[in-house]
């Protein structure tokens, strides 16, 4: 397993937390370190119970929760085997300390279940000629890139599972949000929205399943995700998308791929996984 890094970045997203810090060699909980004290940190709009938020499970009175397996509406496995351990009755982060316990801005005890659509086409001249590069003379892809409000990082336009929603709902629905803004369209462009993404959302491939190296990682609670390639290899339909950033995207657009990206959590990994797919410049 990589070890995480953007989950030991001392302040924690939106706060002055600091985490206490982590060095590489301490980062496996096989590692014995008794001088480790992590801060304790749950944002306090977590703690006010909204519904995508567990309860406290620590103390008395704690409400028993299905580790480990679905539970009813929400999947609280994790894509990494084996299990995630359970010591005292509080999940442990898998990729191992982070210097925070409790759950910072993340509403799940355990895994916290994400999906990123990853929708790319190859980049084009003006004459619509596939752009090669000259060093690695291989073409170039773009994928679909929005900025995140929270942090500023340019990112995939992915999303939380919501309870209940399967993750090929999430991959559209997200998309839709972020890149199309569907929630400030009227109901008859949302329908064409949800129409022309349901048509290129019908064939994709999975890139990546499992732990996101996210800032907003705890020792606690930990976003997982899958990552599904949407290729339009023709560049007729999503290369010709109209798109218009929405929800917690501030910005969209098409985004030449190469090692030199700079991402939000650990989404360029991702992107590589597709240009290697693809065999892209890189
Ligand atoms: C990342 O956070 C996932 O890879 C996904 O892109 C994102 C989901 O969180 P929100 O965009 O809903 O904040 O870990
Ligand atoms: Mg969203
Ligand atoms: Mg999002």
């Known amino acids: 397993l990589p070890l995480h890094v953007k989950a030991r970045k001392e302040t924690y997203p939106n706060s002055d937390v600091k985490r206490f810090p982590v060095p590489d060699d301490k980062v496996q909980w096989s590692v014995d370190w008794p001088e480790y004290k992590p801060v304790e940190f749950t944002n306090p709009k977590v703690l006010a119970g909204p519904v995508w938020a567990d309860p406290e499970i620590r103390g008395p009175n704690a409400p028993k929760m299905k580790f480990n397996r679905v539970d009813g ?19 442990r982060n898998p990729c ?3 210097g925070m316990t409790g759950r910072g801005e993340l509403g799940k005890w355990g895994p916290n279940h994400a999906a990123d659509p990853l929708v790319t086409r190859w980049k084009r001249d003006a004459q619509g000629k596939e752009v090669v590069n000259p060093v690695t003379k291989k073409k170039v892809l773009q994928f679909i890139a929005i900025c995140r409000k929270d942090s500023g990082a340019w990112a995939i336009p992915g999303g939380m599972v919501d309870a209940g929603e399967t993750v090929s709902v999430t991959l559209r629905r997200e998309f839709g949000e972020e890149a199309m803004n569907s929630l400030d369209a009227t109901p008859k462009e949302r329908k064409k929205i949800e129409k022309a993404v349901g048509e290129l959302f019908k064939h994709g491939i999975e890139v990546y399943r499992g732990y996101v190296d996210d800032p907003r990682n705890t020792d606690n609670s930990w ?35 190469g090692s ?23």
């Open 223 to 257: 976003m997982e995700t899958i990552a599904v390639n949407f290729h339009d290899g023709t560049g007729n339909s999503v290369g010709k998308f109209a798109l218009y950033a929405g929800d917690d995207a501030g910005a969209v657009q098409w985004t030449d791929i």
């Open 73 to 91: 509406k929400i999947n609280r496995r994790s894509h990494m085997k084996p299990d995630y351990e359970i010591p005292d009755g509080v999940p």
């Open 96 to 98: 191992g300390r982070t």
């Open 260 to 282: 030199d990206l700079t991402l939000f959590a650990s989404h360029e990994s991702f992107i590589e996984k597709v240009a290697i797919r693809l065999d892209a410049h890189w």
